[in-house]
Each structure stands twice: as C-alpha cells, then as structure tokens.
Nanobody
Framework: QVQLVESGGGSVQAGGPLRLSCARS????????MGWFRQVPGKEREGVAT????????NYADSVKGRFTISRENPKSAVYLQMNGLKPEDTAIYYC?????????????????????WGQGTQVTVSS
C-alpha cells in the first residue's frame, strides 16, 4: 500500500508562485510514475504534470508548459510542483498520484487508469 499526502496549496494572486509537495509513504518499493492532476467543479480530472521516478523524464499539459515544473526527490520518492505565473484558470483541487505495480506502459502519461494511488487533494485558488 502507498499513501500520498499533498501540501502547499492555498490562495495566491495571479502571476504569483506556489509550490506543491507530495509525500509518499507506506511501501519500500517505488512507483514508476508519479504526477499531479487537477479537477474543477463540473469537469473531469485532468493531468497537469507527470514524472518518471527512475529516469526523470517529464510530461506536461500544454496549458502549463513553461510555467509549471515537476521534480522528484529520491530515495524518498517525493514529488513537487513548482507553479509560476499562475492564472485564475489554474484554480482547482490538485491531486498527487502514483502508478501501480503493473501500470507502466512505456511512458508516464495522463491516462487515469494507470494511477492507482491518490492523495486527498489540496486546493489552489488564483485570484485576479
């Protein structure tokens, strides 16, 4: 079993930075893929950024490229999301996720079916 706990969310004005953290615990075995997803009322959960915990390769949604940076910290298997130039449309609940033992299909993409473990979410609110 893997437990994920997010932190760092809050309220920030447009253009400001915010850094989210995800602490992983509960297993000595690492997950191949970890990442951040977000969800707003009335919409499905969408991928924001993912990272391969072994080789460091990353994947970003087009809407956040150039503004958000995902990073890892091994051997703790912690992940972070540095968000710069925040926009009101970034407002959402942000969830940390980790792939299951047999979920890896060659890349750490945004396919929700591959992510078995989820955090409780942390609210990010960006005001104008």
């Amino acid at each position: 079993q893997v437990q994920l706990v997010e932190s760092g969310g809050g309220s920030v004005q447009a253009g400001g930075p915010l850094r989210l953290s995800c602490a992983r615990s509960g297993s000595i075995y690492s997950n191949v893929c970890m990442g951040w997803f977000r969800q707003v009322p009335g919409k499905e959960r969408e991928g924001v950024a993912t990272i391969n915990m072994y080789d460091g390769s990353t994947n970003y949604a087009d809407s956040v490229k150039g503004r958000f940076t995902i990073s890892r910290e091994n051997p703790k298997s912690a992940v972070y999301l540095q968000m710069n130039g925040l926009k009101p449309e970034d407002t959402a609940i942000y969830y940390c996720a980790a792939s299951g033992p047999r979920s890896y299909d060659g890349s750490c993409g945004f396919n929700l079916i591959g992510y078995v473990y989820w955090g409780q979410g942390t609210q990010v609110t960006v005001s104008s």
